[in-house]
Each structure stands twice: as structure tokens, then as C-alpha cells.
């Protein structure tokens, strides 16, 4: 970071020179910051009482050090604070988890999909769609308002458990309507990805930030 002067002042030749409070943090500052108290430090200085400028580059570098230690301090907090959610995220394995995506799993026959228009629409149509593109079941929806969640439950035993694609069709007029889908996935797995933390399932993977709700339908 570099350092601001709280002032600027010219010197007998004209030249400006810059003013530093005392009090100034000098831990917040850089190399080349240092270097422009320092010199400041000595421009102020009565030439007949110059004082030790050792004691204040001691406390200076002090200062450093527990800067350095602070932030090593919070790295390591970061850091266990990142392994508690990994952790704690080991919990959804075998459970059911509501997320924004296209893909969702039915088990026994049973399942759900939501969704949400960007915009009004005056009809909507969900699909679901098998491994081969087979339109396995769907259901139209009427008269839909912006920014409300729609739900499409599923209920047949005639469908075989596993994943299934999901795309609604909505239109306004002759206006397709986008819209954001919310399927279910059964967690198989934990994965972190740098400083992420990723849920597992048969199809890929989710983002924690994804997720809406844990369990699903049952």
C-alpha cells in the first residue's frame, strides 16, 4: 500500500516536501513509504539534538512483524475456518439437495421440479427427458406471473429411478420467456476445488452457493 502525505509544504529552495503525522501506522506501510518517513523523520529533526533514529526503525520493524503475524494468524483462521465447512458439508452425503440445474433424480416414481420465469408469461410447459431424449413426463402451466416459483411434482411408477433432463418452454405472445430451473440431486460425494467446496452427484457437481434446500422431495 502505498503511503499518502497528510500535507505538502515547500522548503526554503521551493522544493515540496511531503508531511507525515507522527502517529502515522507505520505498519501499514510500504518499502518505499518507509523510506519517505524516514527521510521526513530526518528533515524535521534540530540538527543540535538529533535523536537515535535506531529506536524508531526498532519499533517500526516490530510493528512489521506483528503485521506479518496477524495476517499469517488469519490465513490459518481462514483456512480451518474453510476445513469446518468441508466437514460439515460431509454431512449431505446420501441426502437429497434442492439446487439451481437442469438435471434431477426421481426415486420410486417421485420427484419435483421448480422454476421461475425472468418475466411474465401467459403459458408454460415442463419437460422431463430420458437418457435418449424420450419426453417422459411433463405439465403445462397457465397465466404465469414474474419471479414466482412453480412447482411440478411428479408421481409415477412407471418411471425408473435415476436422473432425468429438465427444460421448460415458456412464452409470452411470440416471446420465449427464460427461467431458472430448480431440480433434485442425491449427494454421493465432497470435493474441494481451491478455496471452493463443490457437492457431488451422478451427473456433476454443484456449487454450495447453488444449493436452495436439503431434502427434497419425498
Known amino acids: 500500500m502505498a503511503t ?3 500535507d505538502m509544504i515547500k522548503s526554503v529552495t521551493g522544493k515540496e516536501i511531503a508531511v507525515y503525522k507522527e502517529d502515522y501506522d507505520n505498519s501499514q506501510i510500504d518499502q518505499e513509504g518507509f523510506l519517505k518517513v524516514l527521510l521526513t523523520y530526518f528533515q524535521y529533526q534540530d540538527p543540535f ?3 537515535d533514529i535506531s529506536k ?3 519499533n517500526t520493524v516490530k510493528l512489521r512483524e506483528l503485521e506479518v503475524m496477524k495476517n499469517f494468524e488469519d490465513s490459518v483462521q481462514a483456512l480451518n475456518d474453510n476445513n469446518t465447512l468441508f466437514l460439515n458439508t460431509t454431512n449431505l452425503i446420501g441426502k437429497k439437495v434442492v439446487y439451481k440445474g437442469d438435471e434431477t433424480y426421481i426415486e420410486n416414481g417421485k420427484g419435483s421440479v421448480g422454476f421461475e420465469l425472468k418475466k411474465r408469461a401467459q403459458y408454460a410447459t415442463v419437460y422431463l427427458y430420458d437418457a435418449q431424449d424420450n419426453i417422459v413426463a411433463q405439465k403445462e402451466f397457465n397465466n404465469l406471473e414474474a419471479r414466482k416459483k412453480y412447482k ?3 408421481d409415477d411408477p412407471q418411471i425408473a429411478d435415476g436422473y432425468y433432463k429438465v427444460s ?3 412464452k409470452n405472445g411470440d416471446e420465449k420467456v427464460d ?4 431440480a433434485t440431486a442425491l ?3 465432497i470435493q474441494k476445488d481451491g478455496s471452493d467446496i463443490l457437492v457431488l452427484f451422478k451427473k456433476g457437481s454443484i456449487k454450495i452457493s447453488d444449493i436452495v434446500e436439503i431434502g427434497g422431495e419425498k
Open 49 to 51: 539534538e538529533a535523536e
Open 179 to 182: 427461467s431458472d430451473i430448480y
Open 4 to 6: 499518502t502525505p497528510i
Open 168 to 170: 421448460v418452454v415458456a
Open 187 to 189: 449427494v454421493s460425494g
Open 152 to 154: 411440478f411434482v411428479i
Open 56 to 58: 524508531f526503525i526498532d
